[in-house]
């Protein structure tokens, strides 16, 4: 220690945690720095700008002595955790001289604001206290706190919560995303990485360290136990080594006992968040043979206490299968707590509990620790080498090339080993070009690669399964299989095959090429995604487009309908070729068949308050990523009407009804949230289109204008602007249909515009949402359907009930209406811009 430490409330004027108080991020920052300056046994390191520009920390705290030789506890770190070639003897001198890693997060969801006002007051315990507990800590483990994973919805929420205090609406949530595109999805993005703050993350735990433990802490409802802490209850996904889930429940007992030692009551765990969860960082780093766990805090409102009375307790209401069906003592939930006031400072003090507990354990059987790091890494490299499977391959011939390239460099970022075959090969009969990428399973992260790779299907058994027989609710999506939302070829092998190959250090994205010289024009692959990026980059440049509406032949090159063609300056041509990849092919002669010019469509996106929409917020960001030109759309301008005056299409991203209209947000939150609270916001922050919106939406469409619904809100297109088709869907139980975040098989009708380079048969993400069938009229052939399910087999991975009532049905179609058209897009084709493979068909529909 370099002199005196000082203490939070000395800094920021108040005990953290304290009524009606929230320390800002910046400040926060600011309290980190100067601890740096104050003390020798801590590390303040700036991953980078956040999604807004604030500043993303990495802090370390650990013994002077740790922190001096920090860089060779990293590499011992990462050998124990890549242990191919060490001998036991090798390892065990590593676990002798190595110190535990553990990682902690604080407030990745902004409004569960406890964990970040907490890490100030740990990190200042951790420093100061000279007692045989925290030096143990400080010699034996090196402590990575990433104390705000989202410090742009920190610094709104504090702001919001500061605007409104004092008033009926303190403590009332942010009525908008607290972050700028994902809110609380930020969350689901560890195995995409789109965020640049899940991509700091992943670089923290998945490449630079690989810590033994890592532990995110968030909040809950309030009306139910006071503390989750680990482990998860079942189901577990399968692909993780035993020793995690063994290890989840020994860190989880420790916590729980000190938390019981210091006097807290109601905490519980084993209960509630299930072992088989979404792939966000405390769920996805099990398959990195980290144990990945989090804590889940009873949520006061913001800074504000909240009065709970006795009676409103209750368990978790799901029945026995989620460990908690009622509110009385169990031996996972031996002390309940009695009701009353709970407050931010409860939160503080039983979060920094159960971080302690975590630091302690780690740094009292520090060897065990490092031993279990090193046994399950070798014990699924050894899974791997027995097969089943023995690798994946992904074929260098792919109907996106360019996707397939970023599904590589997100497993990268994963820390992912992946080879390159520089010769052609044969694997399992099958021949593959040069340049296809290797993933064998020999490799520590076996059961990441299973699970991102392999086909994946939910569980449906007693721990699925109410009493009654109505499934349960899987905590999030029943898969989250990368290649298969992405739409690229992933060929699983079974036995050993032999290539020449090198190893993939990094990757850099391909630049495209002008093949050949023209007078007469440039074509450019539909196929493409990233085509479409190009596309409106040449747009920008004021450059004419056409686009063919038959196939071209090219050279040998066989071009499906939908095929770009470019005339114009080459130097534009070069440009978007460098920053997209796309290749622009030289027309030896004028081409024949029916084409037209591409206009590009003036897109309104819906945008609404009740705390946003997070579908609206991705959908925000992938158009910004092909740099499509659009213009968020309220309310208010939605009621004046005269749409087609500034637009020619309007997206209204998945939404339930009552939430796009305003009307029924109360009684939609009695039906289908009956435990939560109802949404309280000040009156400028509820919203609603109305019936004069409505109205205004049906003009739209009547007068020429594309409205483009997705997912949920297709039933708002169905029902309130009176389209001659029907959700069959709706209304059915779970028991009759159910298909929580799943990928089904879909038939394209890619000679339709809007299906224009999509493959015929194609993976569609499907989360309990429409489908469609077209009823009887006049008008028939005003419905155009693109895409349609199968008769049969139409799981691929997740989980389906039901599946005779999807079998043949439209998954999208077109509707005119008057001038204009509404199309439905049932599934999620842009969900959490992670659904690549049917980006197309949401980008067909904004140019003409």
């Not at 909040?219 to 020793?243: N, Q």
């Not at 014990?379 to 397939?404: C, F, M, N, S, W």
């Not at 992946?418 to 290797?438: C, Q, T, V």
């Not at 299973?450 to 699925?464: H, I, S």
Request: hydrophobic content about 35%; charged content about 25%; overall charge neutral.
């Amino acid at each position: 220690m370099l002199g005196k430490v000082t203490p939070p409330e000395e800094f920021f004027g108040f005990k953290l945690g304290s009524d009606g108080k929230i320390a800002r991020w910046d400040k926060i920052v600011e309290y980190f720095r100067l601890l740096e300056r104050q003390s020798d046994e801590i590390k303040v390191i700036d991953m980078g700008p956040s999604t807004e520009g604030n500043p993303f920390l990495l802090v370390i705290i650990s013994s002077a002595k740790n922190l001096m030789n920090l860089e060779r506890f990293r590499e011992i770190n990462l050998r124990l955790s890549d242990p191919r070639g060490l001998s036991g003897e090798e390892a065990e001198r590593l676990i002798n001289e190595g110190r535990a890693i553990i990682c902690q997060s604080m407030s990745l969801h902004a409004t569960e604001i406890g964990g970040t006002q907490m890490a100030p007051e740990l990190a200042y315990d951790l420093l100061t206290r000279m007692d045989e507990e925290a030096v143990r800590i400080r010699e034996n483990v090196i402590f990575l706190m990433v104390p705000c994973f989202n410090p742009d919805g920190q610094i709104m929420v504090t702001n919001w919560y500061y605007k409104w205090f004092g008033t009926e609406y303190e403590g009332c949530d942010l009525p908008w995303l607290y972050h700028k595109y994902v809110g609380h999805d930020n969350n689901r993005d560890a195995f995409m990485t789109n965020m640049v703050e899940s991509r700091y993350m992943a670089q923290i735990l998945f490449r630079d360290w690989i810590p033994q433990a890592y532990q995110d802490h968030h909040h809950m409802g309030s009306y139910g136990a006071r503390l989750y802490v680990a482990p998860y209850c079942e189901p577990i996904h399968p692909h993780a080594d035993p020793l995690i889930w063994r290890e989840h429940s020994w860190f989880g007992a420790h916590m729980a006992l000190k938390l019981e030692e210091a006097g807290k009551s109601g905490i519980i765990n084993g209960a509630q968040f299930l072992g088989w969860g979404h792939l966000g960082f405390h769920w996805i780093g099990n398959y990195h043979n980290i144990a990945s766990m989090l804590t889940e805090s009873a949520s006061a409102k913001l800074a504000t206490p909240i009065y709970i009375h006795p009676s409103q307790l209750k368990g978790d209401g799901r029945g026995p299968i989620r460990g908690f069906p009622h509110y009385k003592p169990q031996t996972n939930f031996p002390n309940p707590w009695p009701g009353g006031w709970w407050r931010l400072r409860d939160i503080v003090e039983q979060q920094k509990i159960a971080s302690w507990a975590l630091l302690d354990l780690a740094a009292r059987h520090r060897e065990t620790v490092l031993r279990n790091a090193y046994l399950k890494a070798k014990r699924q490299v050894e899974r791997g080498i027995k097969g089943g499977p023995y690798a994946y391959i992904v074929p260098v011939d792919q109907h996106d090339p360019l996707t397939a390239e970023k599904l590589i460099e997100k497993l990268l970022i994963q820390g992912v080993e992946i080879k390159r075959a520089k010769e052609d090969f044969i694997a399992e009969g099958r021949l593959y070009g040069r340049g296809s990428y290797i993933i064998t399973l020999d490799q520590p992260k076996m059961g990441l690669i299973r699970t991102l790779l392999g086909r994946t299907l939910y569980p449906d058994d007693a721990w699925t399964r109410e009493a009654d027989g109505s499934p349960s609710r899987p905590q999030d999506t029943a898969s989250d299989t990368m290649a298969e939302y992405m739409g690229v070829r992933v060929d699983e092998i079974q036995e050993p095959f032999k290539a020449v190959v090198e190893q993939v250090k990094g990757h850099e994205r391909a630049k495209g090429r002008i093949l050949g010289e023209s007078n007469i024009g440039y074509v450019f692959d539909p196929r493409l995604n990233d085509s479409f990026k190009a596309l409106n980059l040449l747009l920008d440049r004021g450059l004419r487009i056409e686009r063919f509406d038959e196939a071209l032949g090219l050279d040998g090159l066989s071009l499906p309908p939908g095929a770009f063609m470019v005339n114009g300056d080459t130097t534009a041509l070069k440009e978007a070729a460098n920053i997209t990849g796309v290749d622009f092919m030289a027309l030896r002669d004028e081409p024949r068949g029916r084409r037209h010019e591409v206009k590009r469509l003036r897109v309104g996106l819906y945008q609404r308050y009740w705390g946003g929409n997070m579908d609206e917020g991705w959908t925000r960001w992938l158009l910004e990523q092909f740099c499509f030109p659009y213009k968020g759309l309220k309310d208010e301008e939605v009621r004046k009407g005269q749409l087609n005056d500034v637009y020619d299409a309007i997206i209204i991203p998945d939404d339930a009804t009552p939430f796009i209209t305003g009307i029924g947000v109360e009684e939609w939150m009695r039906e289908h949230r009956p435990d939560w609270p109802q949404p309280f916001y000040p009156p400028e922050y509820r919203g609603g289109i109305g019936e004069e919106g409505v109205k205004a939406l049906n003009d739209f469409v009547e007068n020429g204008g594309a409205l483009i619904t997705l997912g949920g809100a297709c039933d708002f297109a169905i029902e309130r602007l009176g389209l001659n088709v029907r959700n069959p869907l709706r209304g059915l139980k779970p028991k009759e249909f159910f298909c929580p975040g799943s990928t089904l098989k879909a038939y394209v009708d890619n000679s339709h515009p809007l299906g224009y380079g999509m493959p015929e048969k194609t993976l569609v993400f499907f989360w309990n949402n429409p489908a469609f069938e077209i009823t009887p009229s006049r008008m028939n052939e005003l419905v155009e359907v693109v895409v349609r399910y199968p008769e049969r087999d139409i799981l691929q991975s997740g989980w389906l009930i039901g599946e005779e009532r999807i079998s043949k049905r439209i998954g999208m179609l077109v509707a005119r209406k008057g001038k204009g058209r509404v199309v439905l897009i049932g599934f999620r084709p842009q969900h959490r811009c992670q659904t690549h493979g049917t980006f197309k068909l949401l980008f067909n529909a904004l140019i003409s």
